[in-house]
């Protein structure tokens, strides 16, 4: 079952487990995601919808958090994004739906529900991850921030722009991520960081080939300043 973000998982070990390895510096979430729609060209994906990136090491960016707790709630609020859009986008599209979908159009129908599984365990990361940094932020002595209410339109409709955005919307988290996380003051916090980043690197590969795309088109990704995932995040937030 889909968990619904804005009833984020009930307390259980594995979240309690996540949240300590988390505060020791050992695991933990520190999701930072930016999307575009489908229908227009994301501020984070160049001409051919790729994620930012190349063939050379790229430079940092600089990115205006004020300190860890502005990082974190930054963080958690991409996190509800995206954890929002999955679950609308799976409760409008099922298993059958995904044939339509150019990396899965030959797939026997067996294979297509493991697929569909896959999409709602990703669903199920972003969750817990907005759940786990609202408890960080709360142990940091800061307020977490609320879960915004979004409008995904179409693109958690229709099979093939839900799978093209789930794409941008993972590229984009990639590299906001690697914006953000060079700002982290506490050092206890990077080795966390860096794990949910390389999660989200996996979802992104995942998503990208069903859309048949490759799941791996750069040698390196470029980070992206908070100011440009915010734009990217705009059209997304109902006022």
Same mark, same amino acid.
């Given at each position: 079952m889909v968990n619904d973000p804005h009833t984020v998982p009930q307390e259980n070990s594995s979240v309690t487990n996540t949240r300590r390895r988390f505060l020791g510096g050992a695991a933990g979430a520190l999701g930072v995601v930016g999307v575009g729609t489908a229908f227009t060209m994301p501020v984070a994906a160049d001409e051919h919808g790729d994620p930012p990136g190349g063939d050379e090491p790229p430079e940092g960016v600089d990115s205006d958090f004020e300190d860890d707790v502005d990082i974190l709630n930054f963080a958690r609020t991409l996190e509800f994004l995206e954890a929002r859009f999955y679950e609308e986008g799976l409760d409008n599209i099922g298993t059958d739906d995904l044939h339509d979908v150019e990396g899965v159009k030959h797939l026997d129908d067996e294979v297509v529900e493991y697929l569909y599984s896959e999409i709602e365990v990703i669903q199920e990361h972003e969750a817990i991850h907005a759940e786990v940094l609202g408890s960080v932020v709360e142990d940091l002595g800061g307020d977490p921030v609320e879960e915004p209410e979004f409008d995904? &339109?179409? *693109?958690? $409709?229709?099979?093939?722009?839900?799978?093209?955005?789930? !794409?941008?919307?993972?590229?984009?988290?990639?590299?906001?991520?690697? &914006?953000? *996380?060079? $700002?982290?003051?506490?050092?206890?916090?990077?080795?966390? !960081?860096?794990?949910?980043?390389?999660?989200?690197?996996?979802?992104?590969?995942?998503?990208?080939?069903?859309?048949?795309e490759s799941g791996f088109p750069n040698a390196f990704d470029a980070p992206q300043p908070r100011a440009d995932i915010e734009e990217a995040i705009e059209p997304f937030l109902v006022e």
């Amino acid at each position: 079952m889909v968990n619904d973000p804005h009833t984020v998982p009930q307390e259980n070990s594995s979240v309690t487990n996540t949240r300590r390895r988390f505060l020791g510096g050992a695991a933990g979430a520190l999701g930072v995601v930016g999307v575009g729609t489908a229908f227009t060209m994301p501020v984070a994906a160049d001409e051919h919808g790729d994620p930012p990136g190349g063939d050379e090491p790229p430079e940092g960016v600089d990115s205006d958090f004020e300190d860890d707790v502005d990082i974190l709630n930054f963080a958690r609020t991409l996190e509800f994004l995206e954890a929002r859009f999955y679950e609308e986008g799976l409760d409008n599209i099922g298993t059958d739906d995904l044939h339509d979908v150019e990396g899965v159009k030959h797939l026997d129908d067996e294979v297509v529900e493991y697929l569909y599984s896959e999409i709602e365990v990703i669903q199920e990361h972003e969750a817990i991850h907005a759940e786990v940094l609202g408890s960080v932020v709360e142990d940091l002595g800061g307020d977490p921030v609320e879960e915004p209410e979004f409008d995904f &339109g179409e *693109a958690v $409709e229709d099979p093939t722009a839900f799978i093209e955005t789930a !794409a941008v919307l993972e590229d984009t988290g990639v590299s906001a991520y690697a &914006g953000a *996380a060079t $700002e982290i003051e506490d050092p206890e916090l990077i080795p966390p !960081a860096l794990s949910i980043h390389s999660v989200e690197g996996r979802h992104a590969s995942f998503v990208r080939v069903l859309g048949g795309e490759s799941g791996f088109p750069n040698a390196f990704d470029a980070p992206q300043p908070r100011a440009d995932i915010e734009e990217a995040i705009e059209p997304f937030l109902v006022e």
